[in-house]
């Protein structure tokens, strides 16, 4: 048994494991450089806690397992009972096993001298990855603990409990929920709700005492979902303040929470939330929580989220070919499906640089609108008499790939398939939850209903070899979701888990979308069995730029999809000019949701000009690290994408209203090398937004800018006197 020492990306995690009970986490944070044993003995020494009146009568301490008996009293860690006994614990350490190469993983090169190995050939799963798996055992309880943390080579830390019920008879789960400690510098709170079409708005508080929880009961992840909750220093920014985050990787019911106690105690933890006898643990069985994701950064949620993405981008499963333009037809034909139009409108996407053509919901039986046919998932005869054959070749044909809408794990009662297997419903004896969008959900659990899908879904793509995306969709949440008369969401999960492993290994040339009503399900659980998520069902270029900012606080921009919409939203009715609307879209997983069959010439020349525009830009977009500019006034916002090597990047200035001031402050460009030279430019070959000016800004009226890293840092530029809902593009390239 010893005290570990985890170090990566500058980032340290110290864990006192000398026992007897679970280990201490005694610092998780700021990289604290290399210690020597009798330094860490110390260390641990130094920071147990005093024992103050009206306390225990020893110093208390918070292990990676809170328990009663230790003498934590904040939120429970782990509950449940055997038939009203052992629902208390008392776990002893039975071992602790550790897989870690070092803080800073290197090779040797040809000349002996060794050389950092570059984040991006090293993956979550390779070496450079420091694992530490604890096993603790309560005999009294017949409970077994192991408990696994990975600190990968960018500083991202993970953490999961698996139960396993060592008794005779069978032990209720009620909750299990990893959790880290944060220290009293974090004042502040930041997370993130929403709902249709207005997902990922933040909302921030300080943080005081008691728990500030945050549940997700709809059966998926949520459109309020919190993706990061984020503690920080006080005022802390998008560049600057000492921040500590977790996202919980679960796409079914789950919580997230932050808890101070005036013990003096902070943590922030998640994990599945379960409902009453949703998790009945047979003697020898084992339950193994979701994911929780923790990260550390001192540069502000920037920092948080280049880590995250750097995780990510290293991934075996993460994209590695460009990620293709892509159109899809929903806002431009809806369910009126006519192979003639959709040809002329695949012609118009392949002229405007569409590699990408999506059939949207409206291909299958009986479905001319959305109260029919959902879980019929065979082609419509009456509207596809030769099938999607002649328009999957018509796309092909053109050199675009062929995407698909899907929503399997739906149905709607007027449809065959419920008829015949009504059983087949998530519910409780007896009745039905209410319908939401005309539909309810299949039991994904089920074996026969679980067995019909995967048979549907490999049979559309045998059958379509041409198909080589889904948009996998799923419109409702889960009510009153019954399993065989038992809580049924955690079983669902895990059905749809197993469902879209098993379709991915079959057809593993083809992507799969997660879209849930838009962003409803975007979680990294999900993530790891999809290409891409839809972050909103709402297009409006406005409200697209907070939902992606935001959004991209966890994911990179390949891993959202970003659509151009029409130029009237159709959520909520605003007006705006393609090129806002463009550069809304640019900073993604770039497409088109659009009927650009009905366009004008002008229109044509100039979406081509972006789709043109992104293309060139896109392997900065899609590699980059992202940052966002911290402005004093709320109307203008800016972001970016930096290479990392600091050779070139892009930056977004928008301006969202009208401000108090005719000219805000300069808008300030981080990310750069502050010692080399850049040139700053609009970007080109694209039409410029509209303004209110007399005169140009000194640096635009030039042609541009040449200035160091440090000063567009420091001083910035002035932007263009915008007006509102206009964007401004700015190409920055190195000189030296």
């Known amino acids: 048994m010893t005290i570990l020492h985890l170090r990566r990306a500058r980032t340290s995690l110290v864990l006192d494991a000398r026992g007897p009970g679970l280990p201490r986490v005694v610092h998780w944070g700021a990289d604290l450089g290399p210690l020597t044993d009798g330094d860490l003995a110390t260390l641990v020494a130094a920071t147990v806690p005093p024992v103050v009146p009206s306390s225990f009568d020893a110093p208390t301490v918070l292990s990676l397992l809170p328990e009663p008996g230790a003498g934590w009293s904040g939120r429970p860690a782990l509950a449940g009972h055997r038939d009203g006994a052992a629902w208390c ?45 604890v096993r603790a055992s309560d005999p009294a309880a017949g409970l077994s603990l192991a408990v696994e943390l990975t600190l990968d080579p960018h500083g991202v830390l993970t953490v999961r409990h698996r139960l396993r019920n060592d008794g005779t008879t069978g032990y209720e789960l009620r909750e299990l929920t990893p959790v880290l400690p944060v220290p009293a510098v974090a004042t502040e709170l930041l997370d993130l709700t929403g709902r249709w079409c207005r997902e990922r708005s933040p909302q921030r508080h300080p943080w005081s005492m008691g728990t500030w929880v945050r549940e997700g009961r709809h059966g998926r992840t949520g459109h309020d979902a919190t993706l990061l909750l984020v503690a920080g220093t006080a005022g802390f920014g998008f560049g600057h303040g000492e921040v500590w985050a977790v996202h919980t990787a679960w796409s079914g019911d789950h919580v997230t929470f932050a808890e101070r106690r005036p013990t003096g105690d902070s943590i922030l933890g998640g994990g599945e939330l379960l409902a009453p006898g949703e998790v009945l643990l047979a003697p020898g069985a084992e339950y193994a929580t979701p994911l929780l994701y923790a990260v550390w950064s001192d540069t502000g949620l920037d920092g948080l989220s280049d880590a995250l993405h750097r995780h990510l981008r290293a991934r075996p499963t993460h994209p590695r070919t460009p990620r293709p333009v892509t159109l899809n037809v929903w806002e431009a034909v809806y369910f009126d499906h006519d192979l003639d139009r959709l040809r002329a409108l695949a012609d118009r996407a392949a002229e405007v640089g569409v590699e990408r053509f999506v059939l949207d919901d409206g291909w299958f039986r009986g479905r001319r609108h959305d109260r029919a046919g959902l879980g019929d998932w065979y082609v419509d005869e009456k509207v596809w008499p030769d099938g999607l054959t002649p328009l999957v070749d018509h796309v092909t044909g053109h050199g675009m790939a062929f995407g698909l809408w899907v929503e399997p794990e739906m149905v709607n009662p007027d449809s065959d398939v419920f008829r015949t297997h009504p059983e087949w419903v998530l519910s409780v004896p007896g009745r039905l ?98 290409d891409r998520v839809w972050a909103s069902d709402c297009n409006d270029a406005l409200e697209r730029l907070a939902i992606q900012r ?57 979406l081509t000009a972006w789709v043109a525009l992104h293309k060139r830009l896109r392997p ?3 590699a980059g690290r992202v940052v966002r500019v911290d402005h004093p006034d709320p109307a203008v916002w800016a972001h970016g994408v930096v290479a990392h090597d600091g050779s070139r990047a892009v930056y977004a200035v928008a301006r969202l209203a009208t401000s108090v001031a005719q000219v805000p402050g300069p808008v300030r460009l981080p990310g750069l090398d502050r010692h080399r030279r850049y040139a700053v430019r609009p970007a080109a070959g694209v039409p410029e937004p509209a303004t209110l000016q007399m005169t140009e800004p000194g640096w635009v009226a030039a042609g541009g800018a040449t200035l ?29």
Not at 98 to 113: F, H, L, N, Q, T
Not at 571 to 598: K, P, Q
């Open 620 to 622: 900065l977009l899609h």
């Open 433 to 530: 939850p209410p319908e939401w969008r005309h539909q309810q959900v299949l039991d994904v659990a089920h074996p026969e209903a679980y067995g019909y899908l995967l048979g549907r879904l490999d049979a559309l793509l045998t059958e379509h070899p041409g198909i080589s995306y889904l948009k996998w969709d799923h419109n409702r949440d889960l009510t009153e979701a019954g399993h065989h008369g038992r809580p049924g969401v955690h079983e669902q999960t895990v059905a749809v888990y197993r469902l879209l492993d098993e379709l991915r290994a079959r057809h593993p040339d083809v992507e799969i979308e997660s879209c849930a009503s838009g962003g409803a399900r975007v979680d990294l659980e999900i993530l790891r069995r999809t």
């Open 550 to 606: 935001w959004t991209g606080l966890l994911l990179p921009p390949e891993l959202v999809g970003t659509h151009i919409g029409p130029e009237r939203s159709h959520t909520t009715h605003r007006v705006h000019d393609l090129g806002f609307r463009a550069a809304a879209a640019l900073f993604g997983h770039h497409g088109i949701e659009w009927d650009i069959g009905a366009i004008s010439a002008d229109e044509r020349r100039e």
């Open 708 to 736: 160091t890293g440090a000063v567009l840092a420091s001083v910035g530029l002035p932007a263009p006197a915008l007006h509102p809902e206009q964007a401004l593009l700015l190409e920055v390239t190195v000189l030296d």
């Open 89 to 133: 614990t008392a776990f002893r350490l039975a071992g602790v096993d550790v897989d870690d190469d070092g803080p800073e993983p290197s090779r040797v090169a040809a000349g002996g001298e060794a050389v950092r190995v570059p984040d991006g050939e090293r993956d979550h799963d390779g070496a450079g990855t420091a694992r530490v798996t």
